[in-house]
Nanobody, 120 residues
Framework: VHLVESGGRLVQSGGSLGLCCAA?????????IVWYRQAPGKQREVVAV???????NYADSVKGRFTISRDNAKNTVYLQMNSLKPEDTAVYYC???????????????WGQGTQVTVSS
């Protein structure tokens, strides 16, 4: 199983950006998915969570600006980021709870991260 994030780039403050995280490989089911971010010198933090059924939750710092969504048929999760601020600058990672086969328990997988830089 591989998780690959994409969409990170340099954007101006106040701008918008969409990230994508796609899971590939032998997959029976993708359960909960979490977007994390890690800024230089800081701990990794949860940004947004989406259950398989579409229930979502957000960090206070991004509520009203970020939207997480998913396409279960494509094993893909998205993060739409609006009204970006310089403090949103970080490497963004997705983490997904995935079951590979019907005979296995699910486990968490990480992507490699994608850099988002917001200039002031």
């Amino acid at each position: 199983v591989h998780l690959v994030e994409s969409g990170g780039r340099l954007v101006q403050s106040g701008g918008s950006l969409g990230l994508c995280c796609a899971a590939s490989g032998i997959i029976v089911r993708v359960n909960g998915i979490v977007w994390y971010r890690q800024a230089p010198g800081k701990q990794r933090e949860v940004v947004a969570v989406c259950s398989r059924g579409g229930n979502t939750n957000y960090a206070d710092s991004v509520k009203g600006r970020f939207t997480i969504s998913r396409d279960n048929a494509k094993n893909t999760v998205y993060l739409q980021m609006n009204s970006l601020k310089p403090e949103d600058t970080a490497v963004y990672y997705c983490n997904a709870d995935i079951r590979r086969t019907s005979g296995e328990y699910s486990r968490a997988y990480w992507g490699q991260g994608t850099q988002v830089t917001v200039s002031s």
